[in-house]
């Protein structure tokens, strides 16, 4: 399984990037894709997922992008994009998409762990300047 997330780069403070990720050989309609970040010297974090089926499994938003991160899915590209908008400086991380052997997001106690994720992507470094 090869993941490849695209679309970082530097951008001001209350602006906008759309990320994208990307599969070949493996359907990412099949399963749910998460987007998670990391940013220097913090741990990895969860930032949003999307289920096969988003009428039974509603998407998952950490709660430091919720209002301003959308994620979405084109089973056609097999690419799952991350819609950013409103970036803060606090949002510079490597993104990373990655996806669980899973229909729905592994959510548990409104907490999605990096743990639960089978395959990773390598990341894109998305850079928000104050």
């Known amino acids: 399984v090869q993941l490849q997330a695209s679309g970082g780069g530097l951008v001001q403070a209350g602006g906008s990037l759309r990320l994208s990720c990307a599969s070949s050989g493996f359907t990412l309609g099949g399963y749910a894709t998460a987007w998670f970040r990391q940013a220097p010297g913090k741990g990895r974090e969860a930032v949003a997922c999307?289920?096969?089926?988003?009428?039974?499994?509603?998407?998952y938003y950490g709660d430091s992008v919720k209002g301003r991160f959308t994620i979405s899915r084109d089973n056609v590209k097999n690419t799952v994009y991350l819609q950013m908008n409103s970036l803060k400086p606090e949002d510079t991380a490597t993104y990373f998409c990655?996806?669980?052997?899973?229909?729905?997001?592994?959510?548990?106690?409104?907490?999605?762990?990096?743990?639960?994720?089978?395959?990773w992507g390598k990341g894109t470094l998305v850079t928000v300047s104050s």
């Open positions: 999307i289920g096969r089926s988003i009428s039974s499994s509603p998407a």
């Open positions: 990655a996806v669980p052997e899973t229909a729905a997001c592994p959510v548990v106690r409104g907490v999605m762990p990096h743990e639960a994720m089978d395959y």
